[in-house]
């Protein structure tokens, strides 16, 4: 997430996420979720983990000049303490948990392949399954090698290529404990970004990330550095081309070491919604999902990623007037929106969904709280109208490194203290904790 996402309990719920959980009850009312749902929270590995010094990211964070507000620097200590996110994941009552593969810390150097940090992600996904947690593992969440990135990362003819190489490694040795797997998060995002910005607003951004880009590229002896997640390519339909053969032969090697292992990739898609008469609505998703759902529909299942909603008239993005929450942009918080992304997905790429993002950026636990429950609310008419909904995983389960705005926007259940980097749960969390244990909003 480059951007803002598209821009009582108190003592009780620190007691709920140490004390031993209670068992899943199955709910037998008509709010009833569907059998084996998955409930829970995601997260990824540089945004956690702490000190990934071979990744593009940790490149760009520290280079002058540079668009990010800090650098990760130790996160949440994720990477030590994995351990005791897992065990909060299992005491607030959820059954699954979905975390990233770092591919800079396990290939560092091209060609090079590191059996210890592949043993250390094989723990995490043994630890889930000791503690009855499905493993979701995203093969690739944004970060890539500072090698790869200084090649021209996925600008480059060969990038697919050496992505499924790097699946295949990390497939062979970990897939046999996964439960679902997604090759990429959310490799539409360069076209979600720009939708959101004016030419002129672009083009002022583009020159900034250009400087600092230079900067990464003379910091590592390259003529370019390309990150995972960068917005500044010139030609938006190639990088977008290089990502899909990357999905597909990603695919085909996780596949080739588990044929039975579901795998899907992440996508982001906000709630687009017309205004007005000849509104662009249409042709801004054709250009912006098109291509992508069209991909998928081969796949497994599909992950939707909303947060916002998004309004089009007949010249380009206008102003909505929300009436509710709002997040810490100022941004409406619409609950109705997760459901009306899936259902719009669900319409072109014909394959089950699981919801593997959704949240609000907000120092007010109290508007996540409010959420949770009146999206699901919505997400579970979607289901009762027919559409295959597999799991709801919300962002995130710990405040996290939120790349260019740092540590400032707060999107998780759980805080940490950045000193000390204790756990504390949200009231939030037992929200939906509550409604994962009971399958059931009430």
Known sequence: MTIDRRTIIGASLALAATAAPLPLRASTSRSSFPKNFLWGAATSGHQIEGNNIN???????????????????????????????????????????????????????????????????????????????????TFNHYTTPRWFAARGGWTQPDAADLFARFCDRAAR???????????LNEPNLLRVVRNGLSAAQFAGFKAILDKMSEAAAHSVGSQRFVAGNT????????????????????????????????????????????????????????RTYGAWLEAVRGDDFLGVQNYERVFWDAKGKAEGHPTGDRNAAGEGVYPDSLANSVRYAHSVAKI????????????????????????????????????????????????????IFGYKYRYGLIAFDRSTFKRSPKPSASVLGGIARRNAIR
Not at 102 to 127: C, N, T
Not at 255 to 274: C, E, F, H, M, N
Request: charged fraction near 25%.
């Open 173 to 183: 040795h970990l897939a046999a404990g996964i439960g679902y797997a997604a090759t």
């Open 352 to 403: 089950p969904i699981i919801v593997t993002e959704h949240g609000v950026n907000s120092e007010d636990d109290a508007v996540r709280a409010r959420l949770i429950p009146a999206a699901l609310a919505e997400l579970k008419k979607a289901i009762d109208d027919g559409i295959p909904v597999k799991g709801y995983l919300h962002w995130s389960l710990l405040d996290n490194f939120e790349w």
């Open 231 to 286: 917005i500044n390519v010139d030609d938006i339909d190639a990088f977008n081309k290089n990502l899909i053969a990357g999905h597909k032969a990603g695919r085909a090697a996780i596949k080739a070491a588990r044929s039975d292992l579901p795998v899907g990739v992440t996508l982001a898609i906000p709630d687009d919604q017309p205004v007005g008469p000849n509104s662009i609505r249409d042709q801004v998703r054709a």
């Open 55 to 137: 990744s593009d990211a940790w490149v760009l964070e520290n280079v002058k000049p540079t668009v990010y507000s800090e650098p990760s620097g130790d996160a949440a200590n994720s990477f030590e303490l994995w351990p005791q996110d897992l065990d909060l994941v299992k005491a607030l009552g959820f059954n699954c948990y979905r975390f990233s593969l770092e591919w800079p810390r396990i290939e560092p150097e091209q060609g090079h392949f590191s059996l210890a940090m592949l043993d250390h992600y094989k723990a995490i996904v043994d630890g889930c399954r000791k503690r009855g947690l499905t493993p979701f593992v």
